[in-house]
Nanobody, 124 residues
Framework: QVQLVESGGGSVQAGGSLRLSCAAS????????MGWFRQAPGKEREFVAA?????????LYADSVKGRFTISRDNAKITVYLQMNSLKPEDTAVYYC????????????????WGQGTQVTVSS
């Protein structure tokens, strides 16, 4: 019903920046919430940031990325961005975009649609 494609991943040195993009296609007319999660090898998928525009625009960030990452959206298309600044080696992971009709917050179980992920590698 909804397809998500992430882009913008790559390798960067600690302290650098990257901007991830998530473009949605398909039946996106009912999509009002999107989020970012990440998963490092051997670890569970963890919440990074979320944004909803179904009513009052709402954003939520994991404590580990507050002040460094910013989630935003393109008003013309169902596209969400994750601006990542001051990157740290511990940010290294596969980053996944997720979407749903309703606000899902930090729970990965609240999102119905997922992208295939984009690799982010931060070296020291």
């Amino acid at each position: 019903q909804v397809q998500l494609v992430e882009s913008g991943g790559g390798s960067v040195q600690a302290g650098g920046s990257l901007r991830l993009s998530c473009a949605a296609s398909g039946r996106t007319f009912s999509t009002y919430a999107m989020g970012w999660f990440r998963q490092a090898p051997g670890k569970e998928r963890e919440f990074v940031a979320a944004l909803s525009w179904s009513g009052v625009v709402t954003t939520l960030y994991a404590d580990s990325v507050k002040g460094r990452f910013t989630i935003s959206r393109d008003n013309a298309k169902i596209t969400v961005y994750l601006q990542m600044n001051s990157l740290k080696p511990e940010d290294t992971a596969v980053y996944y975009c997720a979407a749903d009709q309703r606000w899902g917050g930090s729970s990965r179980y609240s999102y119905a649609y997922w992208g295939q992920g984009t690799q982010v590698t931060v070296s020291s």
